[in-house]
């Protein structure tokens, strides 16, 4: 359910390119620094997203440093660190332990119990530091994981549970910006939810999973469009009103940010990266 947050590169400045590409990196050295390789396999592009936003917002002191590392040997890079991105880093690692956790105990995955043991540690350390997102993540995604069960045909509301999770970690504190912040991280997470959902509809209709739209859809045909409301509909259209909805939202909140740092990045992401979540469905496991 991640990588759909990320740029469209060929929107992108070179110069803006490779300031994103070092934060990027700057993750991926605090991962590595806090809990070894094993932390490095779970960073993913939206926590990037996240530590540019902070970065931007309260414009913290940073380090820059130069070097190779195990994905790019060849290539000398550069690493852009700050309190962001070592908090990004946390997150990493938090959100993709219990979501690991969520997977063993929905199917039993193999895979999933080992990456559980794997974070294990490194979940306990970030969970101790972030009490408050701790308590959130895996309180929202133990209630998912209970309406996926149920087969809910409510999106909002299944929806809504990752958009809390996500507002979690974008409050880092409390302050006058929270409010907006929050809401940047509800929408956000609405939007990555329903936009996953478009994507693997048809794989999850073969292989029998949940998913919000075929349960819509089997509603539909069951009860020959009775029990369904008509904003409720959930054809190609509605899917993206959607989207374009959650969107909107965060866009809102965000704009009421004194951010000036990074916003060439942060714009080209949540006004045209984001709506490229068809294709990243395709790559966002590489990154």
């Not at 070592?86 to 956790?101: F, G, I, Q, T």
């Not at 989207?243 to 965060?250: I, T, V």
Request: aromatic share 12%.
């Amino acid at each position: 359910m991640f990588g759909y947050v990320r740029i469209d590169k060929n929107e992108l400045k070179v110069r803006d390119f490779e300031t994103y590409r070092a934060y990027y990196c700057g993750i991926c050295h605090e991962l590595k620094e806090a809990f070894g390789i094993r932390g490095q396999i779970t960073l993913r592009y939206d926590l990037v997203f996240l530590s540019v936003l902070l970065t931007g917002l309260y414009e913290p002191e940073e380090e820059r440093s130069e070097g190779r590392c195990l994905m790019h040997p060849l290539e000398r890079h550069v690493s852009l660190t700050n309190t962001f991105t070592r908090y990004a880093a946390y997150m990493n690692v938090l959100l993709a332990y219990y979501k690991c956790l969520d997977d063993v105990r929905d199917d039993g995955s193999r895979k999933a119990a080992v990456m559980v043991r794997l974070l294990r540690k490194g979940a306990r350390i970030s969970g101790k530091a972030y009490r408050r997102q701790r308590k959130v993540i895996a309180f929202e995604l133990k209630k998912l994981a209970q309406l996926e069960k149920n087969r809910c045909a409510c999106i909002d509301e299944v929806a809504g549970c990752f958009g809390r999770l996500t507002a979690s970690m974008f409050v880092f504190r409390h302050d006058e910006w929270e409010k907006y912040l929050k809401k940047i991280g509800f929408f956000l997470g609405k939007f990555i939810y329903i936009a996953d959902a478009i994507c693997d509809l048809e794989e999850d209709k073969k292989n029998g999973r949940y998913n919000p739209f075929a349960v819509k859809e089997c509603l539909k045909e069951e009860n020959n469009a009775a029990s369904l409301k008509e904003e409720e509909d959930c054809g190609d259209e509605e899917k993206e009103r959607l989207l374009r909805m959650m969107a909107g939202e965060c866009a809102d909140a965000y704009e009421m940010l004194p951010v000036i740092k990074n916003k060439a990045i942060l714009d080209n992401i949540l006004y045209s990266g984001i709506f490229l979540y068809a294709k990243n469905k395709d790559d966002k496991t590489k990154g």
